[in-house]
């Protein structure tokens, strides 16, 4: 079965940047889409970007737009989420999840999930 593991989270100040990292394996992904979502505590879990493994279309949350970059490495099956000019709001624990079929924006509608990094960004 589809395992994602996601690596890179820590604690940072505001305006830092963050690289999070999530290895895939399982499957042969190229029908796949590929999300991050996060969740902060006492919230529920939020889209933050996701990307087409095959093409690699991509799109991101308002939030977030100018500031993440989701990228793909076909020949290392990982996803990466470039994470620049954080801000306190961005602390969360960050998932990375996968779906067949094109990107959706709906947590519930993707498959498979990885266990989370916490990404705290202090002030």
């Known amino acids: 079965q589809v395992q994602l593991v996601e690596s890179g989270g820590g604690l940072v100040q505001a305006g830092g940047s963050l690289r999070l990292s999530c290895a895939a394996s399982?499957?042969?992904?190229?029908?796949?889409?590929m999300g991050w979502f996060r969740q902060a505590p006492g919230k529920e879990r939020e889209f933050v970007a996701a990307i087409r493994w095959s093409g690699g279309s991509t799109y991101y949350a308002d939030s977030v737009k100018g500031r993440f970059t989701i990228s793909r490495d076909n020949a290392k099956n990982t996803i990466y989420l470039q994470m620049n000019s954080l801000k306190p709001e961005d602390t969360a624990v960050y998932y990375c999840a996968a779906r067949v079929g094109g990107m959706v924006l709906v947590g519930t509608l993707y498959g498979y999930w990885g266990q989370g990094t916490q990404v705290t960004v202090s002030s």
């Open positions: 399982g499957r042969t992904f190229s029908s796949y889409s």
